[in-house]
């Protein structure tokens, strides 16, 4: 045996521990070896070239004439309202003249009674009332005709009456005349209002 504080002789002494593979010693913080180059990238296809744009087509000509004297405004889309159909403002028109002459006329007929005739104003609505009801019945006909500006304004003249009603309608009716789509349909057939 051995006496303790001398060393072991070698053949007893315990294996040491592998010893790690030696790094290059580089400064901290420092890659000692360079850095891998990156994957070449798959060769791109060249761009493709642009199409050619599309070739401008000519000009669509008019299908409708603007009749002399009419402002440019109205006869912007005459060729696009120059169909057979009307617009649905024209009915739209028609149906309202319609059902605003019919309760005028009945409106007018109840001041009237009401009054004892001592209230005027109901002959404007009496009156307002028939002419609103010929103007939707002619504007319903095949070839509608025009809408009246004066039944509109007529109508509007009804809130005399207290008929709110009329004022309504007098006021679409005036607008829906006033649309561009339904002034240029009359302008295709010849018919200013």
């Given at each position: 045996?051995?006496?303790?504080?001398?060393?072991?002789?070698?053949?007893?002494?315990?294996p040491?521990?592998?010893?790690?593979?030696?790094?290059?010693?580089?400064?901290?913080?420092?890659?000692?070896?360079?850095?891998?180059a990156?994957?070449?990238?798959?060769?791109?296809?060249?761009?493709?070239?642009?199409?050619?744009?599309?070739?401008?087509?000519?000009?669509?000509?008019?299908?409708?004439?603007?009749?002399q004297?009419?402002?440019?405004?109205?006869?912007?889309?005459?060729?696009?309202?120059?169909?057979?159909?009307?617009?649905?403002?024209?009915?739209?028109?028609?149906?309202?003249?319609?059902?605003?002459?019919?309760?005028?006329?009945?409106?007018a007929?109840?001041?009237?009674?009401?009054?004892?005739?001592?209230?005027?104003?109901?002959?404007?609505?009496?009156?307002?009332?028939?002419?609103?009801?010929?103007?939707?019945?002619?504007?319903?006909?095949?070839?509608?005709?025009?809408?009246?500006?004066?039944?509109?304004?007529?109508?509007?003249?009804?809130?005399?009456?207290?008929?709110?009603?009329?004022?309504?309608?007098?006021?679409?009716?005036?607008?829906?005349?006033?649309?561009?789509?339904?002034?240029?349909?009359?302008?295709?057939?010849?018919?200013?209002?």
């Open positions: 045996m051995t006496t303790p504080g001398t060393p072991p002789p070698d053949d007893q002494r315990p040491l521990p592998p010893t790690p593979p030696e790094l290059p010693q580089s400064a901290p913080g420092v890659n000692a070896q360079p850095p891998a990156p994957p070449p990238l798959p060769s791109q296809p060249p761009p493709l070239p642009l199409p050619p744009p599309p070739p401008v087509p000519p000009p669509i000509p008019p299908a409708v004439q603007v009749p004297g009419v402002p440019p405004v109205y006869g912007q889309t005459l060729a696009a309202s120059a169909q057979q159909t009307p617009p649905g403002m024209v009915q739209a028109t028609a149906i309202i003249f319609l059902v605003a002459g019919i309760i005028s006329v009945f409106w007929a109840a001041w009237a009674i009401g009054s004892a005739c001592c209230w005027l104003p109901w002959i404007v609505e009496f009156v307002a009332g028939i002419a609103a009801i010929t103007t939707g019945a002619q504007m319903l006909a095949a070839p509608p005709g025009p809408p009246k500006k004066w039944v509109s304004i007529l109508l509007i003249v009804c809130v005399l009456n207290c008929s709110l009603f009329a004022l309504t309608a007098g006021i679409l009716t005036l607008v829906f005349a006033n649309d561009a789509r339904v002034r240029d349909y009359y302008l295709a057939r010849g018919i200013t209002y």
